[in-house]
């Protein structure tokens, strides 16, 4: 069983900034590839970065240049650091994550949500 779960977020001021983090505890093999998603009320969940295990990194078009994702793999943690926020960044942030766990004994890709944390942009 793989258990996420993302801290930090909360409410900040336009043009500040937010950092939050989304570790992974449990049994699996290895984490391959960690996500940043969100959603804002009545809209669809959108992926917001993406960072692979040999580090590559993709940004949503909205959040290019503003937002940058790490990862930590001695932690099982990844990062999401967010700049000049904006109201239209205000939604509830989830990470997740590809994982290989072993399944009747062979070894499988599945992924693995958080519950999801809150994130507001206002003055």
């Known amino acids: 069983q793989v258990h996420v779960a993302e801290s930090g977020g909360g409410l900040v001021q336009p043009g500040g900034s937010l950092g939050v983090s989304c570790t992974a505890s449990?049994?699996?093999?290895?984490?391959?590839?960690m996500n940043w998603y969100r959603q804002a009320p009545g809209k669809q969940r959108e992926l917001v970065a993406e960072i692979n295990s040999d580090s590559s990194e993709k940004y949503g078009d909205s959040v290019k240049g503003r937002f940058t994702i790490s990862r930590d793999n001695s932690k099982n943690t990844v990062y999401l650091q967010m700049n000049n926020l904006r109201a239209e960044d205000t939604a509830v942030y989830y990470c997740q994550f590809a994982a290989e766990v072993y399944t009747i004994g062979r070894l499988s890709e599945r992924g693995y949500w958080g519950q999801g944390i809150q994130v507001t942009v206002s003055s």
């Open positions: 449990g049994t699996f093999f290895r984490i391959n590839t």
